[in-house]
């Protein structure tokens, strides 16, 4: 949440309810829409979406305050993950001035996702509600306020992973973090409300001063060194963690490779990105949770052990519907 307004990152299955109840049924702050990839379970809401924003522009909404939370992550003042996470991040003016008022005024909601499948991105096309532009690995979206990059991943469907970037805001502390499980003031991170806002950035203020706060989401993937190149420094890494640790060995004949990353390899790319902190996301139906959020730790330590940059002691956690991070 930020300046009023919020940018949404992934739509699928449900988290329209979730967007919903960030931003008390007012459609009027969001300011764009991200879609890394096409993939139903990223995307299947955009059609609630879609009808929430007719209504809102025949009953001639005008400017209004909100934020963003979205399936798999959004990012602006609020970003969200793949369980519904919302995070705030004290990152500067943000974007407010510059970003079309769609509701009320005939504007488009601008969305930008990957061109392919040709089919789905047709389908979004035709949507009246959304100016839809093409995502590669050079799109300057304009977003004022905030520096978008994005990195192709490997994922049957075109995907693209994204960082966003924008001045620290004055007031943001580097405080409250979670280190290894446990706050600062000695809680679980379990413990915290979901809509309590605690810092991202868990290693120290001094390091972070005069860098810009940096949120990244990967989308979906398999392993690539990319990831980490688009995550190095950032104070907020959100992965997909969908692929179990026995699926991380060799596909058999005739089966498709990859498409996600285990836990253990998603603490490897945090400590080797040696970002500030790690939500884990996308779990498979019935994943031990818990057992996932050690096995990404165990990743960690081993790459710090090995030279990574990353502390050992990154604070990773699985990522929580409906709960802020300050960034």
Same mark, same amino acid.
């Given at each position: 949440?930020?300046?009023?307004?919020?940018?949404?990152?992934?739509?699928?299955?449900?988290?329209?309810?979730?967007?919903?109840?960030?931003?008390?049924?007012?459609?009027?702050?969001?300011?764009?829409?991200?879609?890394?990839?096409?993939?139903?379970?990223?995307?299947?809401?955009?059609?609630?979406?879609?009808?929430?924003?007719?209504?809102?522009?025949?009953?001639?909404?005008?400017?209004?305050?909100?934020?963003?939370?979205?399936?798999?992550?959004?990012?602006?003042?609020?970003?969200?993950?793949a369980?519904?996470?919302?995070?705030?991040?004290?990152?500067?003016?943000?974007?407010?001035a510059?970003?079309?008022?769609?509701?009320?005024?005939?504007?488009?909601?601008?969305?930008?996702?990957?061109?392919?499948?040709?089919l789905?991105?047709?389908?979004?096309?035709?949507?009246?509600?959304?100016?839809?532009?093409?995502?590669?690995?050079?799109?300057?979206?304009?977003?004022?306020?905030?520096?978008?990059?994005?990195?192709?991943?490997?994922?049957?469907?075109?995907?693209?992973?994204?960082? #966003?970037? &924008?001045?620290?805001? /004055?007031?943001?502390?580097?405080? %409250?973090?979670? +280190?290894?499980?446990?706050? *600062?003031?000695? =809680?679980?991170?379990?413990d915290?409300?979901a809509?309590?806002?605690?810092?991202?950035?868990?290693?120290?203020?001094?390091?972070?001063?005069?860098?810009?706060?940096?949120?990244?989401?990967?989308?979906?993937?398999?392993?690539?060194?990319?990831?980490?190149?688009?995550?190095?420094?950032?104070?907020?890494?959100?992965?997909?963690?969908?692929l179990?640790?026995?699926?991380?060995?060799?596909p058999a004949?005739?089966?498709?490779?990859?498409?996600?990353?285990?836990?253990?390899?998603?603490?490897?790319?945090?400590?080797?990105?040696?970002?500030?902190?790690?939500?884990?996301?996308?779990?498979?139906?019935?994943?031990?949770?818990?057992?996932?959020?050690?096995?990404?730790? #165990?990743? &960690?330590?081993?790459? /710090?052990?090995?030279g990574?940059? %990353?502390?050992? +002691?990154?604070?990773?956690? *699985?990522?929580? =519907?409906?709960?802020?991070?300050?960034?």
């Amino acid at each position: 949440q930020n300046a009023g307004q919020s940018i949404v990152i992934d739509l699928g299955s449900g988290a329209m309810a979730n967007l919903m109840k960030v931003l008390c049924s007012d459609l009027r702050g969001v300011g764009a829409v991200f879609l890394t990839h096409l993939h139903a379970d990223h995307t299947s809401d955009i059609a609630v979406l879609r009808y929430a924003l007719s209504i809102a522009s025949a009953s001639g909404a005008g400017d209004g305050n909100g934020t963003g939370a979205g399936n798999s992550a959004g990012a602006g003042n609020r970003t969200g993950a793949a369980s519904g996470v919302s995070a705030v991040n004290g990152i500067g003016a943000g974007i407010s001035a510059g970003v079309a008022r769609w509701a009320g005024d005939g504007a488009k909601l601008p969305l930008f996702c990957p061109d392919k499948p040709d089919l789905e991105y047709a389908v979004l096309k035709s949507y009246g509600q959304f100016d839809v532009a093409p995502v590669s690995e050079t799109l300057d979206p304009r977003v004022p306020g905030l520096k978008f990059r994005f990195a192709a991943m490997r994922h049957p469907y075109p995907c693209f992973a994204l960082s #966003a970037e &924008a001045p620290r805001s /004055a007031g943001a502390q580097d405080s %409250g973090a979670c +280190a290894d499980g446990a706050c *600062a003031n000695g =809680a679980s991170a379990n413990d915290v409300p979901a809509n309590d806002a605690r810092s991202a950035s868990g290693r120290g203020g001094s390091e972070s001063r005069g860098k810009p706060a940096k949120f990244v989401f990967s989308g979906d993937t398999a392993w690539n060194e990319d990831i980490i190149a688009l995550a190095e420094g950032a104070d907020l890494l959100v992965l997909d963690a969908g692929l179990a640790s026995s699926g991380a060995a060799a596909p058999a004949p005739g089966k498709p490779p990859a498409a996600h990353l285990t836990p253990e390899e998603c603490g490897i790319i945090a400590a080797r990105a040696n970002v500030k902190r790690l939500l884990l996301t996308h779990f498979a139906p019935g994943s031990d949770v818990a057992r996932c959020v050690k096995e990404a730790r #165990a990743g &960690a330590q081993k790459a /710090a052990a090995n030279g990574a940059p %990353g502390s050992k +002691a990154i604070p990773i956690e *699985a990522a929580v =519907a409906l709960r802020s991070y300050e960034i």
